[in-house]
């Protein structure tokens, strides 16, 4: 057992899957999509590669990310989608233990349940992970692994100690004012991952460039606008994990103050800025709100309703408006929740006087808030993601899809809600049978994703869907259906799709789909597929874009091979790009056992920077507080085609390529 996966840990190394480049927030990025618009605007670069698509990495892919221009230029990819949002539909470290929950029920030994639910104890990541970060941070002179330490030390560390002098603040605090840009806003942006609350006038400081933020910098010079921009992102990130509406309230405070400056700031700052307020979900107050912007939802939402239809501020802008107004009246009030939905019509009826990316951000905002119930304003809502179905930008048809899907997925507190989630099905499913062929694949993941609502809400999944995908599926053959096929499939727990979904593994060329079918393998726990996926793991050399999702597949099966020495293999190997790979695994998989072989790789001054960077990433990871990744938040339901430098910038530089 154990040798098997010293084989799959060289086949990860030798794939490239786990080459680190020498480049800003620790060398490891989640990568960025192909075919998106990579915005060039002002703020230094340091130089990181663009990175490859995900899972598009293989002879089916672009060679890299557009740099600009019309979105829909370039096949505007489902994976895109799937690349942003995947986290929570897949919640792997909850799943994984699923896994191990019904391995131990199957009769498997104790050491692969320790491997697959071990998590690293508070006593643990306080007496020792902690200490040894901040002294790597305090020592190290390579920016990777400052960044890397940086975002582990956010993920990882206390956010309220009992004993104030064990705060981290000090500790991340010292880094901003790095000469390196990379790492001041690592630095900024690991104080909002950590989330505590005593760094939040810091962060706003930093914000706004105030006098206090400059003296600590240094000389008196300004904050730059990527720190700013990262600030605001952090601010978000503390907001969302306060318990406390004071907490919540100063945060909107710092982050309205450049939205409502006389003068407008850079778009990168206010998009950073609308992107963390939708995070801040200040209470609700009693009656009509007459308060200042930031003391309650419903004076933040008032404030943000006339920016989305004031044509003055930019596209982008009000893009970023439309996917926060949407985030905050969720569980709002039904009269505020209908004004916003009311906005996000007014602005879709203007049709091809809408800008792209405007429309993409509202239909994807509708589709959060539309459910599947026979309520006058739902069935309306409804209609109206319809009628977007025949816009002539064709990424806001694709979004409008997933949008259907979501809104035929919510049950809803009124009656009939069967016929409203019928509806929904029939149109994705008439659009996935006789629809136009880019449009097809987007029809499979909207489907998928109405049915993993219908289920995680209690209902079951439609027999129908499954049967129409699974039709659908065995009569293709082109990678970007046989991946969003099975990813639908995958979505809908349809077990019996199971024979199929082999099939098409070994069927499937040497493309991203091969990674697509066997991840779907792995949510459908297909443990008799095992053997196949171990197969391509091995066989996966030169693949990283299958072996990943492959790997991720047998985790989620609870493989029993996965058995073994794996502390044995990360000691004995002489390769240092085995290392890496088997760090990253050891950190995705969660083992607590590799606590101690990292953390002495991390400290080993002989060994590779990368080798050292990845070994605190996957520390950091093996520690995180939270069930899903801290960049969750951002990156769930954003219009990730309205991009900033500071967002998505294609370089390794946004926030959303931070791993």
């Known amino acids: 057992m154990g040798s098997f996966f010293r084989r799959a840990l060289l086949t990860l190394s030798a794939a490239g899957l786990l080459a680190l480049p020498a480049a800003a927030h620790g060398g490891a990025y989640a990568p960025v999509g192909w075919g998106l618009p990579i915005p060039s ?75 697959l639910g071990a998590r690293l104890s508070a006593e643990t990541v306080r007496g020792k992970l902690t200490p040894a970060l901040v002294a790597i941070l305090a020592e190290e002179r390579s920016n990777v692994i400052s960044t890397a330490a940086l975002i582990a030390l956010g993920r990882s560390g206390d956010s309220a100690p009992e004993d104030p002098q064990l705060s981290l603040v000090p500790a991340l605090r010292t880094r901003l004012s790095d000469s390196a840009q990379e790492v001041a806003e690592s630095a900024a942006l690991s104080l909002g991952i950590l989330g505590d609350e005593s760094a939040l006038d810091l962060l706003g400081g930093l914000l706004t460039d105030d006098a206090d933020a400059r003296t600590l910098l240094g000389g008196g010079r300004s904050v730059s606008s990527r720190t700013r921009a990262f600030a605001a992102y952090a601010l978000g990130l503390a907001a969302d994990q306060s318990r406390n509406n004071r907490t919540r309230q100063r945060a909107a405070r710092w982050l309205l103050a450049p939205l409502e400056a006389q003068k407008e700031p850079q778009q990168d700052l206010q998009v950073a800025c609308l992107v963390a307020l939708s995070l801040d979900r200040l209470d609700f107050e009693r009656g009509d709100a007459q308060s200042a912007n930031w003391v309650s939802r419903q004076s933040l939402v008032h404030f943000l309703l006339p920016y989305l239809s004031d044509a003055r501020h930019r596209a982008i802008v009000r893009a970023h408006v439309a996917n926060a107004l949407g985030l905050l009246v969720l569980d709002a009030p039904g009269t505020l929740r209908t004004e916003v939905e009311q906005g996000l019509q ?34 309306e809502l409804r209609v109206q993601l319809q009628r977007a179905l025949a816009d002539t930008d064709q990424p806001t048809r694709f979004l409008t899809l997933v949008a259907l899907g979501e809104a035929g997925g919510h049950t809803g507190s009124g009656e009939r809600s069967e016929e409203g989630r019928n509806e929904c099905r029939n149109v994705l499913i008439n659009e996935l049978v006789r629809g136009r062929s880019r449009m097809r694949p987007w029809a499979a993941i909207a489907l998928g994703v109405q049915e993993f609502r219908v289920r995680t809400q209690g209902g079951e999944p439609s027999a129908l869907v499954r049967s129409e995908l699974r039709d659908w599926l065995r009569s293709e053959g082109s990678p970007e259906e046989v991946g969003a096929g099975s990813i639908a499939l995958g979505l809908c727990r349809d077990e019996l799709a199971i024979p199929l979904l082999r099939e098409k593994l070994s069927n ?25 996926l171990r197969a391509l793991v091995l066989g996966s050399r030169y693949r990283p874009w299958v072996l990943e999702p492959a790997a991720t597949a047998l985790a989620l099966i609870g493989d029993t091979e996965l058995e073994g020495p794996l502390l044995e293999a990360l000691r004995s190997t002489q390769s240092q790009s085995t290392q890496s790979a088997l760090a990253r695994a050891l950190g995705q998989i969660g083992d607590a056992r590799a606590f101690e072989p990292l953390l002495a790789l991390a400290r080993d001054h002989g060994s590779p920077t990368a080798t050292r960077s990845f070994a605190v990433i996957a520390l950091g990871m093996l520690a995180e507080r939270h069930d899903l990744p801290w960049h969750v938040p951002l990156s769930r339901d954003r219009n990730y085609l309205a991009v900033t430098p500071t967002l998505l910038g294609g370089d390794g530089q946004g926030v959303l390529e931070i791993f």
């Open 41 to 115: 605007g002002p703020g230094p670069s340091t130089g990181a590669p663009t990175m490859p698509g995900p899972m598009s990495g293989g002879p089916s892919g672009a060679s890299g990310p557009s740099t600009g221009g019309d979105p829909s230029g370039g096949l505007v990819s489902w994976r895109d989608w799937w690349h942003f949002n995947q986290d929570a539909f897949l919640d792997l470290r909850r799943s994984i233990q699923q896994a191990a929950v019904r391995t131990q029920n199957d009769g498997a030994s104790g050491t692969l349940r320790a491997l």
């Open 346 to 379: 007014t602005e879709l009826r203007r049709g091809r006087q809408l800008e792209n990316e405007v429309a993409q951000s509202c239909v994807q905002a509708l589709g959060l808030l539309a459910d599947a119930d026979a309520d006058p304003v739902d069935v």
């Open 508 to 532: 499937s060329s040497a493309t991203d789909s091969q990674g697509y079918v066997a991840l779907a393998l792995g949510m459908l726990g297909a443990r008799a597929a095992a053997p196949e």
